[in-house]
């Protein structure tokens, strides 16, 4: 039995000669050490579902978390009757129909980017929507305009609100309760799932709260604030600004 670990310490192959699988040490193994290998980049849900178990820290070697939290994703329904529709009909148009995502911290993923895709049609404008509609299907759409991203980084900030308020304790409790039980026991396996998903929704928490303002500066203020806090970082954050200030500003950010 190999347990999870990163980074991986051993390969798996198939040897034709042997006519089975070999494994192979990517470096020194002393002897009567416990011999690791890598699950895979999952969330934890997917790890406690599959093997029985959740990571502490799931955190890959390039910074990426991939811990995820469902939101469910809806159109507004009290917006004016014909934007409603015409968002309904683009959806079942771009062959979905339903909006619900689970979203990890980092932008990029396919699954969080689909829902950013989401996000900017709930927000959408009559006028942004008539732009884009008819250029690109629902679970693809680009940063619209900085006024669409601070509405986007509003509402998901919202979500991640209600969804905390769905947890009976806080993050910082789960930190004391999972110290105090034993480290391979199922309550503590549950609290490093939960508490992944707390600190997805903190993170947009956090977006909305950091970021959100950025969006309503002017673009040599933006210019100016992403040269200093954000372009010499390598962490989330920093990556969906520089992504989404260089998609937005074009040659005027360079």
Not at 211 to 239: M, N
Request: hydrophobic content about 35%; overall charge negative.
């Amino acid at each position: 039995m190999l347990n999870h670990y990163r980074p991986r310490e051993t390969s798996w192959t198939f040897d034709d000669d042997a006519n089975g699988f070999t494994i192979t040490a990517l470096h020194g193994i002393a002897a009567g050490n416990q011999v690791y290998d890598s699950y895979g980049k999952k969330c934890n849900h997917r790890f406690l579902l599959n093997y029985g178990f959740a990571v502490p820290d799931n955190t890959e070697e390039d910074g990426r978390n991939p811990n995820e939290v469902l939101f469910p994703l809806q159109l507004f329904e009290n917006e004016p009757s014909s934007l409603y529709g015409k968002k309904q009909r683009y959806l079942h148009d771009s062959g979905v129909y339903s909006m619900d995502t689970r979203f990890s911290t980092y932008h990029g993923d396919a699954n969080t980017r689909e829902g950013l895709s989401f996000l900017r049609l709930i927000v959408a404008t009559e006028l942004e929507f008539d732009a884009f509609s008819v250029q690109t299907p629902a679970h693809a759409i680009p940063p619209i305009s900085l006024e669409n991203e601070v509405r986007v980084l509003k509402h998901i900030a919202a979500l991640a609100t209600v969804q905390l308020f769905q947890y009976a304790t806080t993050l910082e409790q789960d930190r004391v309760a999972v110290a105090q039980c034993p480290v391979f026991s199922n309550q503590a396996q549950a609290l490093h799932f939960i508490m992944g998903e707390k600190r997805v929704c903190l993170y947009y928490q956090s977006m909305a709260y950091d970021v959100a303002p950025l969006w309503t500066q002017p673009h040599d203020v933006i210019r100016a604030r992403v040269a200093a806090e954000f372009e010499s970082e390598d962490d989330p954050k920093s990556r969906y600004v520089d992504d989404v200030t260089a998609f937005l500003l074009g040659d005027s950010f360079e």
